[in-house]
């Protein structure tokens, strides 16, 4: 029993010592609206929409695990606003033949820059990070016509790099949504461009 034991030890060992470190060039990723239904935020009728989009690297830590994602050590790098939208309350959007700034694009770079950032400043090795997308949809508010506090409608997220062992890049196309009690709803695409190259390889 104890030489069996000993064996899968052995097996797991091995099978985490051949990991790979991860090739960051391989998680360029386009996030793209392709879907809004507007919800019913603005008292003139009219709602003025946008999207911000941040990483967050966190350090991977047993006394860190456990805490609310707000309450958590992590480092941030704000990736900016797109699709940008007027559109009346309870309203389909529809997409021009080809829709300008309704897709943000983001370097697997930038992902190496913010791991490097929590390692640095966290002091953590890079086994112990991980990194998590935020898109978080607004209402710009007007009052008088002066622009006021944005209101957050509702947010998505997806993990780039996992927190559970074995540390590995989260690489999978998909389509996030987000709705509230407004009559809001949203789809956003997400596109990995190492995926998409890979099946065009095989064409």
């Known amino acids: 029993m104890r030489a069996y034991a000993l064996l899968v030890f052995l097996f797991i060992s091995q099978a985490f010592a051949a990991e790979k470190p991860i090739d960051y060039s391989t998680l360029d990723f386009t996030l793209t609206l392709t879907a809004l239904r507007a919800g019913n935020h603005d008292e003139s009728g009219t709602n003025s929409y946008f999207f911000q989009t941040k990483l967050y690297g ?5 006394e860190d695990i456990k805490k609310p994602f707000a309450d958590r050590p992590k480092s941030e790098s704000d990736l900016g606003k797109f699709a940008e939208l007027k559109i009346e309350s309870l309203k389909y959007w529809t997409p021009e033949k080809k829709p300008t700034g ?3 694009a983001v370097t697997g770079d930038k992902i190496r820059s913010l791991v490097a ?5 966290h002091t953590v090795p890079e086994e112990q990070t991980a990194v998590k997308a935020v898109v978080t949809m607004y209402e710009m508010s007007k ?5 006021g506090d944005d209101t957050k409608v509702g ?3 997806f993990d780039i790099i ?9 690489v999978e196309n998909k389509t996030l949504t987000i ?10 695409k997400l596109d990995f461009k190492h ?3 890979k099946a065009e390889a095989k064409e």
């Open 195 to 197: 995926i998409v190259e």
């Open 162 to 170: 996992t927190e559970s062992l074995p540390r590995v890049a989260k």
């Open 117 to 121: 950032e929590v390692m640095r400043t």
């Open 179 to 188: 709705h509230d009690d407004q009559g809001t709803y949203v789809e956003l």
């Open 143 to 147: 009052k008088f016509g002066w622009l």
């Open 58 to 62: 966190l350090p991977i830590r047993k």
């Open 102 to 104: 309704v897709q943000l």
């Open 155 to 157: 947010e998505t997220s």
